[in-house]
């Protein structure tokens, strides 16, 4: 074992010891470095990831994110959601949703299905079906884990094939604002409890890099003054 992986904390190595048991999907997410394309089923996606220090604990950060199918009941991305099929509204594997998230006149309406479950750690769900965006195959990642600085990490890591390649070039700023905004949203509820706060409100109220805080974090733990 290097040096590195000595430093990591006793969660991070349970974590790697429950990692072997799930897919290897799980590794690529939280150890690959980030890439512009990767394989997913055979195929070759378009991939973002953001993430975000949240001022909380890891606990906080998880009770958050398996509130899957009543999301829209807290988060400001989305105006609707709901669960289907008769599934649970907390996240666990093959809960399915649909979710209305405002793009102008027309909302995106998605249907999504949890396809990969790490309880406390993560969960993907792939959108199987689409209304309003040219989605082809999309998969998300949503977890938390800590960093080498001991801070609660929120991230969400989105693999994507659009229905042609001017599209998925183009409407890549649209799905990074998609990823910055929902992460803004997680974190301010997390941190205070509000509900649905306008995504233009907590676009001002936190700078997106700088103040002291490593680049590669988005968005920033601490509002602006």
């Given at each position: 074992?290097?040096?590195?992986?000595?430093?990591?904390?006793?969660?991070?190595?349970?974590?790697?010891?429950?990692?072997?048991?799930?897919?290897?999907?799980?590794?690529?997410?939280?150890?690959?470095?980030?890439?512009?394309?990767?394989?997913?089923?055979?195929?070759?996606?378009?991939?973002?990831?953001?993430?975000?220090?949240?001022?909380?604990?890891h606990e906080a950060v998880w009770d958050a994110l398996v509130e899957?199918?009543?999301?829209?009941?807290?988060?400001?991305?989305?105006?609707?959601?709901?669960?289907?099929?008769?599934?649970?509204?907390?996240?666990?594997?093959?809960?399915?949703?649909?979710?209305?998230?405002?793009?102008?006149?027309?909302?995106?309406?998605?249907?999504?299905?949890?396809?990969?479950?790490?309880?406390?750690?993560?969960?993907?769900?792939?959108?199987?079906?689409?209304?309003?965006?040219?989605?082809?195959?999309?998969?998300?990642?949503?977890?938390?884990?800590?960093?080498?600085?001991?801070?609660?990490?929120?991230?969400?890591?989105?693999?994507?094939?659009?229905?042609?390649?001017?599209?998925?070039?183009?409407?890549?700023?649209?799905?990074?604002?998609?990823?910055?905004?929902?992460?803004?949203?997680?974190?301010?509820?997390?941190?205070?409890?509000?509900?649905?706060?306008?995504?233009?409100?907590?676009?001002?109220?936190?700078?997106?890099?700088?103040?002291?805080?490593?680049?590669?974090?988005?968005?920033?733990?601490?509002?602006?003054?």
């Amino acid at each position: 074992m290097n040096a590195k992986r000595k430093t990591f904390s006793l969660f991070g190595q349970q974590l790697l010891k429950q990692a072997v048991i799930y897919p290897v999907v799980f590794l690529m997410i939280m150890f690959s470095p980030l890439s512009a394309q990767q394989l997913i089923d055979g195929e070759k996606m378009e991939v973002l990831e953001h993430k975000i220090v949240v001022q909380n604990s890891h606990e906080a950060v998880w009770d958050a994110l398996v509130e899957f199918g009543n999301v829209s009941n807290f988060h400001s991305s989305f105006d609707d959601s709901v669960s289907l099929n008769g599934t649970n509204e907390q996240a666990q594997l093959g809960v399915e949703r649909e979710v209305q998230i405002p793009d102008g006149i027309n909302n995106i309406i998605n249907k999504e299905r949890i396809i990969t479950f790490m309880d406390g750690v993560y969960y993907t769900y792939e959108v199987y079906e689409s209304e309003n965006f040219p989605t082809k195959k999309m998969h998300v990642t949503y977890g938390v884990r800590l960093d080498e600085k001991g801070r609660t990490i929120l991230f969400v890591k989105t693999f994507y094939k659009l229905n042609n390649a001017i599209n998925t070039k183009f409407l890549k700023r649209k799905l990074n604002r998609f990823g910055t905004d929902s992460l803004l949203a997680y974190k301010y509820y997390i941190e205070t409890g509000e509900r649905n706060t306008d995504l233009k409100i907590l676009r001002k109220r936190y700078q997106k890099e700088g103040d002291g805080v490593d680049p590669d974090y988005l968005a920033i733990s601490q509002p602006k003054k």
